[in-house]
């Protein structure tokens, strides 16, 4: 097992400078970039990022952030920045490190990513780290929330399932949690949001933020009350989508194993229909569901909750990104998509390990 850790390890090296070069090839040919977004700034013209990159000769071209000069004998190459002085628009590329060329900047960034340094934001003079910090409790407490329940409720369900696999039970529940799944997480939230958040029905739950105005004065008790009051909404929108996977895979796991041989045999020495579901199929059936635990919740902390975070103006890591895409933040966008990677990365070899924790009977170095 410590050489398949190892391999592992070692192979995460590759991945993570391969998903790093694919992205910021993307992202530094594509028009409106930091530089841009200053110029606009300067010249008033900060409008949407889509309105402002498109359009009339002059526009940004799709190299405009290659790091050239940013003046030419035929003009600037950024959009608004005619009229500008060229020495100026030098200072601009130089201030964000692109008076260097595309290669310099990114062997010079995943050096600095090396030992963990992200820089500071763009636009918001703050290091990078800090403001991952600030913004993390909101992504853990919807993530935390959100993968629980889906647990706590997936898991009992799925073995009903299984158990009553083919009755109308097994039909209709199958039935609502794949409609349930159809829908997109942002479609249900703008549902609930319209239902019960003063859209045009009741207004039972409020409709942005984590806390109330005043919390911070609150007595503890009320705290608690008024934070779950505001978790509501959004643990739902997450939540009523994700039963589908893991209930399913619940159920298929169980019926796989109570048709197995030692099933027949603990049945056939008189045990209860309890003692031999619970004593002996669960440990078996939940070994693929419980070394998932790890990467679903990485996966709703960081992906699942994105546009959740939007909708509802919950100021968490989902919110932080997109206003760092919106504004072309590279420090953020990259700081938090390099340490995102290798955690998921990471979570990945956990999940292998979960799974021989879970049953030591695997063995990922055997070979047929």
Do not use: C
């Not at 059936?285 to 919740?297: N, R, T």
């Amino acid at each position: 097992m410590l050489a398949y850790i190892i391999r592992r390890l070692l192979l995460i090296v590759p991945t993570l400078i391969g998903i790093m070069v694919v992205n910021f090839v993307i992202v530094q040919v594509a028009p409106g970039g930091p530089v841009e977004q200053l110029i606009a700034q300067i010249q008033g013209t900060a409008v949407s990022s889509t309105a402002r990159f498109t359009g009339s000769q002059g526009d940004a071209a799709p190299g405009a952030q290659s790091g050239g000069s940013g003046s030419g004998e035929g003009g600037s190459q950024y959009r608004g920045a005619r009229g500008l002085d060229p020495a100026f628009i030098k200072e601009i590329e130089t201030l964000y490190g692109f008076d260097k060329p595309m290669h310099e900047r990114f062997l010079k960034m995943m050096g600095d990513y090396l030992v963990f340094d992200f820089g500071n934001s763009f636009f918001r003079d703050r290091p990078v780290v800090q403001l991952v910090i600030d913004k993390l409790p909101v992504s853990i407490s919807i993530g935390i929330w959100s993968t629980l329940i889906i647990y706590f409720v997936s898991i009992p369900l799925g073995i009903r399932k299984a158990v009553r696999d083919g009755t109308r039970f097994d039909y209709w529940t199958s039935t609502a949690i794949i409609v349930a799944y159809a829908a997109p997480g942002f479609l249900l939230a703008t549902l609930l949001i319209v239902l019960f958040a003063g859209g045009g029905f009741v207004q039972w739950f409020p409709l942005r933020g984590l806390v109330s105005e005043g919390w911070a004065a609150l007595p503890w008790y009320d705290q608690i009350l008024d934070y779950l009051w505001h978790m509501v909404l959004p643990i739902l929108s997450i939540v009523i989508g994700g039963f589908v996977g893991l209930t399913m895979l619940t159920k298929n796991s169980f019926l796989d194993q109570i048709n197995q041989q030692y099933v027949l045999t603990a049945r056939a020495k008189g045990l209860t229909e309890k003692r031999v579901l619970y004593g002996h199929v669960f440990r078996n059936a939940m070994i693929i569901v419980i070394a998932g635990f790890p990467g679903m919740l990485i996966g709703i902390l960081f992906t699942g909750a994105f546009l959740i975070e939007i909708i509802f103006s919950l100021d968490g890591l989902g919110l932080l990104g997109w206003e760092a895409l919106i504004q072309r933040d590279y420090p953020v966008m990259f700081g938090t998509l390099y340490f995102f990677t290798l955690l998921g990365l990471v979570m990945a070899i956990l999940r292998d390990v979960t799974y021989v924790f879970v049953d030591p009977r695997i063995d990922f170095e055997a070979r047929r």
